[in-house]
């Protein structure tokens, strides 16, 4: 009878050793990695304070569409231009790229939260939230290089993208049309969170976002997603708490830099700006505090971070406005007022997020409706 046991017992962990060989790939993908305490201990006393210039932004009482959408409609095909209203780094901005509003249904693509670019500026990463819900959303990639060479998305053809999208949610695609939508891929839907702080990892080339609930000590999650399938296949899950007994919301921006450090940026006080430092991987998330910080972020609303590699900024983005320093002055602690370039607009428009490729040419995406506009500093 013991011996019957014990084969049986053998028998069900080599059972048990075969499947986890057979189904690794998906066993792996599906692993959750915790980490406890994520945020590093601090003294608060340590913490310097850069006097920046006050060009705080409120948040508008509305936001406001873009004018070209008002006066053409939805298929839009001129592009629309601001430009700095005032600051220390004035900047253009103009639409490149007019985003899809409809693709399935009327208005169910008119969300877009956060936007990565490649290096190499061929690829746009868009992630998206469905209208009404908590936090469903998907992630669609766009292939800029056909859309831009081959069909003139950004120039001669500025309504293409919507109108092949528009056709799609009819049933009525062209063969034509069917082309255009060929360099847009949608991933699956899932739970995204706020699905602002979507990034890309420049040293292993890897996609990641994080999800958080808002109050501070509680679980969050990063997740990183398939560039290929734009499928979660890794979550960590992390608590922004150090053992001193600080407790933060879990970020709901982030960024890389060119060597792979992850940041994000969080209010201080009423209109303070606090940096974190750290690391995002599958075994785990670490953050430090940068122990110098902003006196004023650049608005009420602080919608996203970006990382500029060509030149080592750190960029900070709300409504109408949009800030940089110096990454290794502030990673030395050594930023000065001056070395803080801030830009505001007058659109009233929502801003989304900001992407560099690495040769310094920026993206802004606002919404409203949806688009990607060049970002040109003086």
Request: charged share 20%; with cysteine; net charge positive.
């Amino acid at each position: 009878m013991k011996k019957l046991q014990r084969f049986i017992g053998e028998s069900a962990v080599l059972l048990g050793t075969l499947c986890l060989m057979l189904l690794g790939g998906n066993v792996a993908a599906q692993a959750r990695v915790r980490t406890k305490f994520a945020l590093a201990n601090y003294q608060e006393k340590k913490v310097k304070v850069v006097h920046n210039q006050n060009l705080y932004v409120p948040r508008p009482a509305s936001y406001a569409f873009s004018p070209t959408y008002q006066q053409q409609g939805t298929f839009q095909t001129q592009p629309a231009t601001y430009t700095t209203l005032r600051g220390n780094a004035p900047a253009t901005l103009t639409t490149a790229l007019y985003l899809p509003v409809t693709v399935h249904r009327s208005g169910d693509w008119a969300n877009p939260q956060s936007l990565v670019i490649t290096k190499n500026g061929k690829t746009a990463y868009v992630a998206y939230l469905e209208t009404g819900s908590a936090g469903t959303g998907w992630i669609v990639k766009y292939d800029l290089g056909k859309l831009r060479q081959k069909f003139g998305a950004t120039t001669t053809n500025m309504a293409l993208i919507r109108r092949a999208t528009n056709a799609a949610s009819k049933g009525k695609k062209s063969p034509h049309q069917r082309q255009v939508l060929s360099a847009i891929k949608q991933g699956p839907k899932f739970d995204l969170g706020h699905g602002q702080s979507m990034a890309l990892n420049p040293k292993n080339g890897q996609l990641w976002f994080t999800r958080s609930n808002g109050i501070a000590g509680k679980y969050g999650s990063a997740v990183r997603v398939s560039t290929k399938t734009l499928r979660p296949v890794r979550t960590v899950d992390y608590r922004l708490v150090n053992r001193n007994g600080v407790k933060l919301a879990v970020n709901s921006t982030l960024t890389f830099d060119r060597r792979g450090y992850a940041y994000f940026s969080s209010y201080s006080g009423k209109r303070a700006l606090r940096i974190y430092r750290g690391t995002i991987s599958q075994r785990g998330v670490h953050f430090k505090l940068v122990m110098q910080e902003l006196a004023y972020r650049p608005g009420q609303t602080h919608q996203s971070i970006a990382y500029n590699a060509k030149n080592n900024r750190l960029y900070f983005i709300s409504d109408d406005a949009i800030s940089s320093v110096p990454l290794t002055k502030l990673l030395k602690r050594q930023v000065k007022p001056k070395d803080v370039r801030t830009t505001v607009f007058a659109s009233q428009r929502e801003f989304e997020a900001l992407a560099f490729t690495g040769n310094d040419q920026g993206y802004l995406m606002m919404n409203r409706g949806p688009e990607l506009l060049q970002v040109s500093f003086k």
